[in-house]
């Protein structure tokens, strides 16, 4: 006599799974309009990025160091994203990279206008415009909305820090198609 829990069990899950195959299958992913510029050689741009790495050497005084994910200028305007990756809910930026940043900004808002947004991500997929992103701007940094922590407030042991740490709560939730806006809408302000 087949055992009749084991069949029932076996009866509820197999039902369970394809009421989620049908869910996942009937939720549409937007895909993003084709990328607007793409790395034709990978090889030679990773070759670059291979040869900028030999610079620095054992013996050297100077180290570390840093570059600015995205720079965009327009008419003499500039929009300037930086990109971290989430680690519990939380994002690190380098202490000296962040005083640039500040100084960077606030120099360029002398003579121009200038956004400067830090842009905190999951694994995420960019071609998908549904995908969401955090983000905060110099000017929420500069005024304490964005809290200048050192230290873990929730007490994470990470030694001595020379970073800063942003939690995911105190960022703005948007889409990725939302960030493009907010680019564009920069860019037409700057016309």
């Avoid at 990773?46 to 013996?59: A, C, F, K, P, S």
């Amino acid at each position: 006599m087949p055992n009749e829990t084991s069949d029932l069990i076996d009866t509820f899950y197999e039902k369970d799974n394809q009421i989620q195959t049908k869910q996942v299958s009937e939720q549409i992913i937007r895909k993003s309009a084709k990328a607007k510029y793409q790395i034709f050689d990978e090889s030679e741009f990773t070759r670059g990025r291979e040869v900028l790495g030999d610079l620095i050497v054992h013996g050297m005084i100077a180290s570390g160091g840093t570059d600015i994910d995205w720079l965009i200028e327009h008419k003499g305007s500039f929009i300037i994203l930086e990109f971290k990756g989430f680690h519990n809910d939380k994002i690190n930026i380098a202490k000296g990279q962040m005083i640039a940043y500040e100084k960077l900004h606030e120099k360029l808002n002398l003579a121009t206008k200038c956004y400067l947004y830090v842009v905190g991500c999951d694994d995420i997929d960019f071609s998908n415009p549904d995908s969401t992103i955090w983000i905060f701007e110099m000017n929420q940094w500069k005024t304490g909305a964005i809290p200048k922590n050192t230290t873990d407030i929730y007490g994470e042991d990470t030694g001595k820090q020379n970073k800063f740490i942003v939690y995911r709560e105190y960022m703005d939730e948007i889409s990725v198609e939302k960030l493009r806006d907010l680019v564009d809408s920069h860019w037409k302000e700057f016309e």
